[in-house]
């Protein structure tokens, strides 16, 4: 209930004609099927389970054209991971504020327990850093958006992702604005990620309008 509860989620999803999806993460499930806890399986669930239950019940459009996948934080992290991952459903992937190198902070937020030891598991944090997929965005022809506030935790790794992603000639979006890892931020920024994605389905021909 975040969304709901802290921005106009609602509206922007009426005002553009869209069917957004908010399934609860948790506290630390990282939205990744974890190597050490055997029934977190985050990333199966909201890339495939998830999708298929919203297109069995609903008018979607059911081409990867029409999905985009987004959040903030370890959602950030998340939408991104998630996307890459399950390159022919989503087209478009963003992030906000997002913890997109989970290695820069691995004593923090319970990620041991979830990603494993940092030092006995370092192959599978190297693997789920999302600068080390950054060519990945291009290769499976996913719209990419990323946005973070200049006093956030998190914007050296996404200052450094956006750098790399530069380097690979990947396109996609970067925004810095004012503010930090705040609902305040997010409010904001939510409204401009969904206008990219609106674009992005309207020249992939995916929306419902």
């Known amino acids: 209930m975040d969304w709901t509860a802290n921005t106009d989620i609602g509206r922007l999803a009426d005002e553009y004609g869209l069917i957004l999806v908010m399934p609860d993460g948790g506290y630390n499930s990282w939205y990744i099927d974890s190597p050490v806890i055997a029934k977190s399986k985050f990333e199966t669930y909201i890339g495939k389970e998830v999708v298929s239950y919203i297109d069995s019940h609903y008018r979607t459009v059911t081409s990867k054209g029409g999905r985009a996948i987004t959040g903030l934080s370890m959602?950030?992290?998340?939408?991104?991971n998630i996307a890459i991952n399950n390159a022919s459903t989503f087209g478009s992937a963003g992030s906000i504020s997002g913890a997109v190198d989970p290695r820069s902070f691995w004593e923090n937020w319970g990620l041991e327990g979830t990603f494993g030891d940092h030092l006995a598991n370092a192959n599978f944090w190297n693997e789920k850093a999302i600068i080390n997929n950054a060519d990945r965005f291009a290769e499976n022809g996913i719209n990419?958006?990323?946005?973070c506030g200049v006093d956030d935790f998190f914007v050296g790794s996404n200052r450094t992702l956006h750098q790399r992603l530069l380097v690979l000639n990947v396109p996609?979006?970067?925004t810095e604005r004012p503010g930090g890892h705040t609902w305040a931020y997010w409010r904001n920024a939510i409204r401009y990620q969904v206008l990219f994605f609106s674009i992005k389905f309207e020249e992939g021909r995916g929306s419902l309008r």
């Not at 959602?75 to 991104?80: E, I, K, P, S, V």
């Not at 990419?144 to 946005?147: G, V, Y």
């Open 172 to 174: 996609h979006d970067y």
């Open 75 to 80: 959602g950030g992290f998340g939408a991104l």
């Open 144 to 147: 990419l958006t990323i946005d």
